[in-house]
């Protein structure tokens, strides 16, 4: 647990942006793989076979596959900020 307040709100900080971060990261990615509007960039249309991989259903899986990941990555997150919080509300409260 950091030692001072001011650690102890930037940690806060920290940890809320990467939850926000990975939310909502996972669901454009599952969305996008659900939904099939997967966009290719125009600079790796240079290999085709890549993006064949991408597009097709092996590429949507791999990518609904991260973006569960990451939405689960957000669920532990967001456990950890809380527990972080009421850790520090707790400690507070017996002195």
Avoid: K
């Avoid at 939310?23 to 990615?29: E, F, T, V």
Wanted: proline content about 5%.
């Amino acid at each position: 647990m950091p030692n001072s307040p001011r650690s102890f709100a930037w940690d806060l900080i920290w940890r809320f942006l990467r939850f926000i971060y990975l939310l909502w990261g996972g669901m454009l990615l599952g969305s996008t793989a659900v939904l099939g509007n997967t966009r290719i960039p125009s600079a790796l249309w240079q290999w085709p076979w890549l993006c064949r991989f991408l597009l097709g259903p092996w590429g949507r899986g791999l990518a609904l596959g991260l973006g569960l990941v990451m939405a689960l990555a957000a669920l532990v997150e967001i456990w950890e900020l809380v527990d972080r919080l009421l850790g520090r509300f707790f400690s507070d409260t017996d002195h």
